[in-house]
T-cell receptor
């Protein structure tokens, strides 16, 4: 079946522009995560959704970062007034588990969006 | 919060030899430890995982061991092949009925020398 998809795959923005990154999780997956991966580093957690509820946004680096998942499926990560330090690959992951799950389910990652801020 | 350290950062082994990558974690409550393989420009893919109620898990040429007392876990790849060349990430999380945000190590670039 279809895996996690993300669009666009590449995005170049001028400093100060707003960008929107889209994630389509695996159908039926309750949990959705956003991670930021800087060059040569491991992914770092940004935010977590359980269905449409954003239950953890502790990893968002500033109030310029905003994420939503209004219908509990597709999610959008928005970055306002982009800065050079925002340049990274933004990964989305989904898993089947959610509230009431008794064990950890595998997180399946999308291919990422590579954001370059000039 | 959780902190995961991973060593070595780069590793080169002759084809057919074994490779070992080690990780330590800080939060003794963490109970799930996945390993991901990431090829250049590709998405991270799960290759094996282990939960805190077991000490070792094997899947063909890949094995993972967990020492809860010492808070470290290791990935073992035997009979390495050129297609094993990639960056490997360990991760840890506390299974918490859904919010299983992963804390990743910094990665190991594994190169298999033909």
């Amino acid at each position: 079946g279809a895996g996690v998809s993300q669009s666009p795959r590449y995005k170049v923005a001028k400093r100060g522009q707003d960008v929107a990154l889209r994630c389509d999780p695996i159908s039926g997956h309750v949990s959705l995560f956003w991670y930021q991966q800087a060059l040569g580093q491991g992914p770092e957690f940004l935010t977590y959704f359980q269905n449409e509820a954003q239950l953890d946004k502790s990893g968002l680096p500033s109030d310029r970062f905003f994420a939503e998942r209004p219908e509990g499926s597709v999610s959008t990560l928005k970055i306002q007034r982009t800065q050079q330090e925002d340049s990274a690959v933004y990964l989305c992951a989904s898993s089947h588990s959610g509230r009431g799950a008794l064990s950890t389910d595998t997180q399946y990652f999308g291919p990422g969006t590579r954001l370059t801020v000039l | 919060g959780e902190n995961v350290e991973q060593h070595p950062s780069t590793l080169s082994v002759q084809e057919g030899d074994s490779a070992v990558i080690k990780c330590t974690y800080s939060d003794s409550a963490s109970n799930y430890f996945p390993w991901y393989k990431q090829e250049l420009g590709k998405r991270p893919q799960l290759i094996i995982d282990i939960r805190s109620n077991v000490g070792e898990k094997k899947d063909q040429r890949i094995a993972v061991t967990l020492n809860k007392t010492a808070k470290h876990f290791s990935l073992h790849i035997t009979e390495t092949q050129p297609e094993d060349s990639a960056v490997y990430f360990c991760a840890a999380t506390l299974s918490n009925f859904g919010n299983e945000k992963l804390t990743f190590g910094t990665g190991t670039r594994l190169t298999i020398i033909p």
